[in-house]
């Protein structure tokens, strides 16, 4: 088992800067799920520490040795592929046995021993009797398992996984995610995990870090991932429908505090918008809202802004509403049962404590501890 | 009568039955989506409405008219393609206009709806471009743009957002169901995606093997299945199923789930018990992660099982869970979240409103 | 309506058929019939076939050594160009080499070349070598033509393959070598085969290089026929034979190999 490090890595492709000063780590035995969207660098990343790839600079410690003039066989890591990469010319028991059987590995292995291990992991992951198949002749969700397998059958110190189930339907997806996270925890095993989709990340991951051009933006747990955004972006990667996030200034009002968003006016805690106007002078910064945060009713709230609905979207225990005023376009998910017609006018109103500031140039977050505030 | 009626039509391709005995109204204004898995022969249908594929037998009618010798031309219909079907040579803004130019509209109402339809998909600023060096989402854009220029009496579709990313795929979603409101136009619209379908249309006709399993609206379809399968191709994550057998236990109704006991309603118990005479009580049990609760601490009339893992996926949490030989899924909103972690013991309650039972044989619905 | 469709189309299907095959029927026919035959109008199409021009094939004439000639020019030059333009193609395709366009435009601008022009250069060269008439030669003088061929249309099936297989090869500590054989080649059979039938195809008919490169000790097949046309007289029937005999093996061979030709077989092997 083994600790991965990359401090301050840079890759570039020509004139393409596909990693830019990455700095990752990923404790033993844990799973680090890298999130970010297409062209993103994760693949890089994992080609980098598999040693397909070379850094052009910075360092890739694998167990706190220095890897990065160390050929890929000998890092001792395994790597699945977003394709599968299986061979098509081979039965699946051939694929599980190339590893066992290559110079490097063919003087540990006798052929009675590759077949015992290729049996064994084959039992372990269910595709015992799919052994005589060709890869062509298996179902995606197989094909995944026989990636897997050809993986683990080495006894690798860092799994590397690249979009393992990016290609099957959304419902062997769930069943896939609790697998993988299951196996890697009995094994016990050092795994990086890539994926563009953000509940996967969350559902699997120990740690999620989330990339973008090259860069990481933020590492942490699921839940820090999820509740306190570091950027504008993450806000907009995490959640389906993705945060809302919008232009936004504080008003005053004789006595009391608003959060105007266009023609939206919508009631601010003080202590909120005083808190916020210590760390944007001018009191204008885009405000993040989960569609999910939110308050939706026909009955009027009072004090509270009224929308008009764009389009609903029943999802059958839920329901998507477009809402609109004027140029402000929301989206929030409620509960199923409401049943909005196209035009109809709702009341709205925001969660306080889960609302999230964005710098409006940086896009950073504006960082103002609310959840330790009492409203 | 119906603006499109299907009338017992068959499909065979050599051996193949594709379709079979398809039953299928469609009223004008509507949004009808014929959603299932690949192979499933929703496409081969929307191709036969569109009279691209001949009908091995039966009939297709279309404002009355039985349509099933009448050319594609001819039926005034519109399609877009799952694989976009552009024309190579000829710019986007010419790909929109075709269809408008083969009416022989005037130049400017030609651009007008061109604008108009490029400004909605989000397409403006590529009409110049030639299709090629496009993006595959792109691409489809304007396939879908091509199909929605055209006054059609029908607007099929064949998977026409499987292609955009999930962003413009949701932003897609909410303009075409915004348009479908707001103009009235009738669609048929072919998907394996249930999200697009739940979220857009009016009524759903779920298929499999070639035959339509049910038709309903998105409510119906996902608050009654009539069978296992459009209750496990609806929902996500996916419902769970168990096996069980109906049992009187002093006096109530109650199922043996894994050795547990379970107490149910009356009124559902009756119904089941009407139904599962035949079976020796024996039924399967289906419930959606969604109508899962837990609990920590001791309560009446539950299930116990082991968490064996947490997904914490935003705004709610997912957990697998081992009731005796089985694993189930449930789905816990964060704000009614217990913080359970793996490994602790839990008790599982279902909502006893939204259980299903289903023919352990034939699948179908014991109760609706 | 719909069968009178049916059966023009087919009639247009027939006619387009029989301009497209004419040749060869005219030429088979021509065979087998006498002198006379050969030069009554209208032509007859049914008639006694007559073999004496087949035996005159085999008796007088070289048709034995000339076969064997384009055997050995043709298997050497095929197989060689194979064996060095398949590796050839595997580098292009995958490593990252010095002025790797530039050698790939250039192997190409070969093929582009029409033949004619290098006639010429090839006869003096080889005269002055003193190698004319030889096998070597003509082997040399194909393999410049095949060669080019053949890296290129490899080149494009190992771009095919994901380069997925072979990292995750590199990761199990394969070498270079085993990669491409192991993986790579495999993957590759049906262009392999593809190109190899092309080769030969192109080599077995090729006259014009043959014609003014050999004379008596190298000549193949094709200039063998062009010698049975004299300032004199056409020996149609025996010219027709010939040629019969000549495409004959290209048929049958063509005929048997089809099969494998069949492409994708990665297909399926990725994604779900």
Redesign the interface.
């Known amino acids: 088992m083994a600790k991965v490090v990359l401090k301050n890595v840079y890759k570039s492709y020509g004139e393409v800067k596909a990693i830019r000063g990455v700095n990752l780590s990923c404790e033993e035995g844990q799973l680090l799920a890298l999130l970010g969207p297409s062209g993103a660098g994760k693949t890089t990343t994992l ?1 980098l520490i ?3 790839e070379k850094c052009d600079g910075g360092e890739i410690f694998l167990n706190d040795r220095n890897v990065n003039e160390v050929s ?2 000998e890092r001792n ?3 699945t ?9 081979f039965t699946v028991f051939e694929n599980l046995a ?2 066992l059987r ?4 063919r003087h540990i292995y006798s052929e009675k021993d590759v077949r015992k291990k290729v049996e064994e992991i084959a039992t372990l992951l269910g595709i015992h009797q799919l052994l005589d198949r060709r ?2 002749q298996l ?3 197989q ?2 398992r026989v990636s897997l397998g ?1 993986m683990l059958v ?1 006894n690798p110190d860092v799994f590397l996984m690249d979009e393992p189930i990016a ?5 062997l997806r ?1 069943f896939l ?2 697998e993988i ?2 196996l890697q925890k009995r094994l016990g095993v050092t795994t990086i995990y890539t994926t563009h989709d ?2 996967e990340a ?3 991951g120990d740690r999620v870090a989330v990339i973008n051009t090259g860069k990481v933006l933020q590492v942490g747990s ?2 820090e991932i ?1 509740n306190r955004p570091n950027t504008e972006f993450i806000g907009k990667l ?5 945060m809302n996030v919008l232009e936004c200034e504080i008003v005053k009002k004789e006595k009391n505090y608003f959060l105007k968003i266009g023609e939206l006016i919508h009631p601010l805690s003080a202590r909120m918008a005083e808190k916020l106007l210590q760390e944007v002078k001018d009191g204008k910064s885009r405000v993040g809202i ?1 569609p ?1 945060d939110m308050q939706v009713s026909r009955e009027k709230i009072p004090g509270y802004p009224e929308m008009e609905v ?2 609903s ?5 839920k329901e ?1 509403l ?1 809402l609109k005023k004027g140029n402000v376009s929301i989206q929030a ?1 409620i509960k ?1 049962g409401l049943e909005s017609k ?1 035009g109809e006018h709702l009341w709205v109103k925001f969660d306080f404590k889960r609302l999230h500031f964005f710098d409006r140039e940086t896009g950073n977050r504006i960082h103002l501890d609310v959840e330790y505030l009492v409203l | 009568m119906a603006l499109l009626k299907l009338e017992n039509v068959w499909k065979r391709y050599g051996e193949v039955e594709a379709v079979k005995n398809v039953n299928l109204e469609c009223e004008q204004g509507e949004f009808l989506s014929l959603l299932g ?1 690949s192979g499933c022969g929703k496409t081969s249908t929307l191709r036969m409405i569109a009279g691209l594929e001949k009908i091995t037998s039966g009939n297709i009618y279309i404002k009355g008219q039985l349509v099933n010798d009448l050319q594609p031309g001819k039926r005034n219909i519109a399609m877009a393609f799952e694989n976009y079907a552009l024309y190579p040579t000829l710019v986007v803004y010419e790909n929109i206009a075709f269809p408008l130019r083969a009416k022989k509209l005037s130049e400017k109402e030609i651009k007008k709806r061109v604008l108009w339809v490029a400004e909605l998909l989000e397409i403006e600023d590529i009409l110049y471009s030639k299709p090629k060096g496009l993006s595959g989402g792109q691409q489809q854009r304007i396939s879908l743009a091509r199909a929605l220029v055209k006054d059609a009496d029908i607007h099929l579709m064949d998977e026409p957002i499987s292609h955009l990313d ?2 413009m795929r ?1 932003r897609m ?2 303009e075409l ?2 348009l479908h ?2 103009t009235g136009m009738t669609v048929v619209y072919v998907t394996h995606d249930q ?1 697009e379908a ?3 249309a009016d009524r759903i006709a779920v298929m499999n093997n070639g035959v339509i399993h049910q038709i309903g609206t ?2 119906e379809i ?1 608050n009654h299945p009539k069978d296992e399968f459009v209750a ?1 191709f ?5 419902i769970n199923f168990l096996e069980s057998r109906l049992r009187v236990e002093k006096g109530r109704y109650a199922i043996e789930v894994e050795k547990f006991l379970y107490f149910i309603p009356d009124r559902l118990g009756k119904k089941v018990e009407k139904a599962s005479d035949l079976l020796g009580g024996r039924v399967r049990l289906g419930v ?1 992660p ?1 109508d899962i609760a837990l609990s920590l601490k001791k309560v009446d009339n539950a299930l116990s099982g082991k968490v ?2 947490v ?5 709610s949490v ?1 957990y ?1 869970i081992r009731l005796g030989e089985k694993e189930i ?1 449930a789905e816990v909103s964060v704000e009614e979240d217990i913080n359970v972690s793996e490994g602790e013991g839990i008790r599982i309650i279902f909502n006893p409103d939204r259980l299903y039972f289903f023919h352990p044989e034939t699948g179908k619905s014991l109760h609706t | 309506m719909k069968k009178i469709t049916t059966i023009l189309i087919y009639a247009f299907i027939t006619i387009v058929l029989f301009v497209f095959v004419f040749h060869y029927i005219w030429m088979v026919l021509t065979s087998f019939k006498t002198r006379l035959d050969i030069f009554t109008v209208p032509p007859k199409f049914i008639f006694k076939p007559y073999l004496q021009n087949y035996i005159d094939v085999f008796t007088r004439g070289r048709f034995l050594r000339n076969f064997l000639n384009s055997a050995i020019v043709v298997a050497c030059a095929t197989f060689i160009s194979v064996a060095v333009g398949t590796p050839a193609a595997y580098s292009l395709a995958r490593f990252e080499l010095m002025g790797k366009k530039h050698i790939s435009m250039w192997i190409l601008s070969i093929r582009m070349m029409p033949p004619i022009v290098a006639v010429i250069p090839f006869f003096l060269i080889a005269s002055k070598l003193r190698i004319l008439d030889t096998h070597g030669l003509l082997m040399l003088v194909y393999m410049t033509f095949n060669l080019p061929f053949v890296i290129w249309i490899l080149r494009s099936f190992f771009e095919d393959v ?1 380069i ?2 072979e ?9 270079r070598w ?1 990669i491409f054989t192991k ?1 790579a080649l ?2 590759v059979k049906p262009g392999l085969v593809s190109v190899t039938i092309l080769c030969i195809i192109f080599s077995w008919n090729e006259f014009l290089f043959a014609n003014v490169l050999t004379k008596e000790v190298a000549q193949t097949l094709p200039p063998a026929i062009s010698v049975l046309v004299t300032t004199r007289t056409v020996q149609w029937g025996r010219v027709g034979a010939l040629a019969t005999l000549v495409v004959l093996p290209i048929v049958i061979f063509t005929y048997f190999i089809q099969r494998h030709m069949v492409r994708g ?8």
């Open positions: 080609k598999a040693g397909l890929p066989f890591v395994a790597m592929f977003e394709n599968y990469a299986l061979y098509p010319h190339f590893p290559s110079p490097r590995r890869p062509t179902s995606g969700g094909r995944q050809r080495t290609h099957l339907d959304a419902k769930y995610t609790g996270k299951k953000y509940m969350l559902a699997i699921p839940d999820f995490i959640g389906d429908p993705p989960r999910t764009y389009v979207e029943p999802l059958g225990d998507i477009t998910k199923a196209v | 898995p999930a962003d949701r979603r909410r169901k915004r409101q707001t999200l739940m979220s857009m998105p409510t996902f496990g609806i929902g996500s994550p996916p959606r969604g064996i893992l997904e914490p996926v935003g705004e997912v697998h899924i | 994901p997925e297989l990292q995750a090869a590199i990761l199990d500590g394969y070498s085993s993986v495999p993957l077989l990665t297909l399926g092997a990725v994604k779900g």
